[in-house]
């Protein structure tokens, strides 16, 4: 098996500790000799990932350029607009890309990516991250910080893909069901083995919304897997109810 690796946060968390380093010196000039604590650290954390997981090669997934969910949902993301970048930032994703096997894919975000690919190929990959969005894709999955591996199954997968839609996501901008927290979408979802999307829609419109309005966040939550994605065209399939 082979290790997909969520870079994007990897490397936020590297330049982000090198910016704390930093103290209170906000001064845009890197300092690389300073600084190579932090992309050591992060080739070793690679290599320790390897390591713990028994996996082989690592590919280590990037955010591609644009986003297709800005079509869907213009105020995506919108709260991160603004907000300066780590001074390393840049530096180490160059790095990763000079030194690691890397995948980015215009369009679509590192969790998706992952999620294609590790649906394209089940049991070939372990996929490595400490975000719970990707608790929307099957398979085995490894979270750094826990230093935990465990199996997510297909209906758990799909469970936190529904959970999701309703309980939506202030991190990542969307709003989900309003007035839905993580309790009341237990409860909806509680038991339910078919069809979930009725029960998701029919709590949107006891909000007074609409299934279009359900379908936008759901466009908007869903990692896409393999059957998400027109890999002839290289574009998403816009995600919709069977």
Same mark, same amino acid.
């Given at each position: 098996m082979d290790l997909l690796i969520d870079a994007d946060l990897l490397a936020c968390q590297f330049a982000y500790a090198y910016e704390a380093s930093r103290a209170r010196n906000t001064d845009d000039i890197l300092d690389m000799d300073d *600084? %190579?604590?932090?992309? %050591?650290? =992060?080739?070793s954390a690679v290599e320790r990932m390897l390591i713990e997981t028994g996996t082989k090669n690592p590919v280590l997934c990037f955010t591609g350029s644009d986003n297709f969910r800005y079509s869907i949902l213009p105020t995506y993301k919108l709260n991160r607009q603004g907000r300066p970048k780590p001074i390393l930032l840049d530096t180490l994703i160059e790095h990763a890309w000079d030194t690691w096997a890397c995948k980015a894919v215009d369009c679509l975000e590192a969790d998706d990516v992952m999620g294609i690919m590790a649906t394209s190929l089940p049991g070939c990959y372990v996929i490595a991250t400490m975000d719970k969005d990707l608790k929307q894709i099957p398979g085995i999955h490894y979270n750094w910080r826990k230093e935990r591996l465990r199996k997510v199954q297909s209906s758990e997968a799909d469970y936190w893909f529904y959970f999701q839609v309703l309980t939506g996501d202030s991190t990542d901008g969307?709003? /989900?069901?309003?007035?839905?927290? !993580? @309790? +009341? *979408?237990? $409860?909806?979802? @509680?038991?339910? $083995?078919?069809?979930?999307?009725?029960? !998701?829609?029919a709590t949107f419109k006891s909000k007074g919304l609409t299934e279009a309005d359900?379908?936008?966040?759901? +466009? !908007?939550? +869903?990692?896409? +897997?393999? @059957?998400?994605?027109? =890999? @002839?065209? /290289?574009? &998403?399939?816009?995600? %919709? &109810?069977?």
């Open positions: *600084a %190579s604590w932090a992309i %050591s650290g =992060f080739d969307y709003a /989900g069901c309003p007035g839905i927290g !993580v @309790k +009341r *979408a237990r $409860t909806v979802l @509680k038991g339910v $083995t078919e069809d979930p999307w009725a029960c !998701v829609v359900a379908l936008v966040q759901a +466009r !908007v939550a +869903r990692i896409l +897997r393999a @059957k998400d994605y027109n =890999f @002839k065209e /290289g574009q &998403p399939i816009l995600w %919709s &109810p069977d």
